[in-house]
C-alpha cells in the first residue's frame, strides 16, 4: 500500500503568516485530496484533485504537487484555520491517509 | 442538503458482532460509491471498506477481511457495516462516507468501542 509522509506533524503559526504541509508518497500517485478536521468533528473535505478547493473553502488556501510530493498552503493563516489536515490517496487501492499534519495558533 | 446520519455502535466484548446503518438523503443515493473511514482514540483516519453504486461490487482493508461486510439497501438509501468476531483494535469512530472526489461527504460518526 502506499504510505503518505506528512511534515511538520505539528505546526504553530501566528495570524497572517504563510504556512506549508507537506505530504509525501511512497509512490507516485495522480491526485491527492486534502480534509480538514476539528477537534470533535467530522472530517471535511478541503481541497481534491490536487488543487481544487472544495466549496466553502476560503481561497487563501492553495493545493500543488504531483508524483509523489504535495502540498497544502495556506497563504494568509487566519484563527479559524487551526486543524488537523490529512492527505489522502487513491490511485491505488486499499486508500491511504496521512498521518496528519496539527496546525495551531501562535 | 447532503445528509449521512450514522447510527449503532456502542461497547461490545472482543469476538461479539456489531452492526450499524447510515441513513443518507439529500442526493441520489444509488448513484453513488459509499464508504465507512474509522478512526482510532486520538489517531488519524484509516479506510474500512467501499461498496459501489449497485453494491455488486465491494473494497476492504486487509485487516478486517472476512470480519466486516459493507452492505447497502439503495430503496432505502441506507449503508450497513457488519462487524463480526471483534478485536480491540477495532475501538473507533466508523464514519460513512460519500465516495466521489475523495470523500465529499461524511457523516457525524459513532462511536465503537470493542472491551470486556
Known amino acids: 500500500e502506499i504510505v503518505l509522509t506528512q511534515s511538520p506533524t505539528t505546526i504553530a503559526a501566528s495570524p497572517g503568516e504563510k504556512v506549508t504541509i507537506t505530504c509525501r508518497a511512497s509512490s507516485s500517485v495522480s491526485y491527492m485530496y486534502w480534509y480538514q478536521q476539528k477537534p470533535g468533528a467530522s472530517p471535511k473535505p478541503w481541497i481534491y484533485?490536487?488543487?481544487k478547493l472544495a466549496s466553502g473553502v476560503p481561497n487563501r488556501f492553495s493545493g500543488s504537487g504531483s508524483g509523489t510530493s504535495y502540498s497544502l498552503t495556506i497563504n494568509t493563516m487566519e484563527t479559524e484555520d487551526a486543524a488537523t489536515y490529512y492527505c489522502q490517496q487513491w490511485s491505488s487501492t486499499p486508500p491511504t491517509f496521512g498521518s496528519g499534519t496539527k496546525l495551531e495558533i501562535k | 442538503e447532503v445528509q449521512l446520519v450514522e447510527s449503532g455502535g456502542g461497547l461490545v466484548q472482543p469476538g461479539r458482532s456489531l452492526k450499524f446503518s447510515c441513513a443518507a438523503s439529500g442526493f441520489t443515493f444509488s448513484d453513488y460509491a459509499m464508504a465507512w473511514v474509522r478512526q482510532a482514540p486520538k489517531k488519524g483516519l484509516e479506510w474500512v471498506a467501499t461498496?459501489?453504486?449497485?453494491?455488486?461490487?465491494?473494497y476492504y482493508r486487509d485487516s478486517v477481511k472476512g470480519r466486516f461486510t459493507i452492505s447497502r439497501d439503495n430503496a432505502k438509501s441506507t449503508l450497513y457495516l457488519q462487524m463480526d468476531s471483534l478485536r480491540s483494535e477495532d475501538t473507533a469512530t466508523y464514519y460513512c462516507?460519500?465516495?466521489?472526489?475523495?470523500?465529499?461527504?461524511w457523516g457525524q460518526g459513532v462511536m465503537v468501542t470493542v472491551s470486556s
Open positions: 462516507a460519500r465516495q466521489e472526489m475523495g470523500f465529499d461527504y
Open positions: 461498496i459501489i453504486y449497485d453494491g455488486s461490487s465491494t
Open positions: 484533485d490536487t488543487s
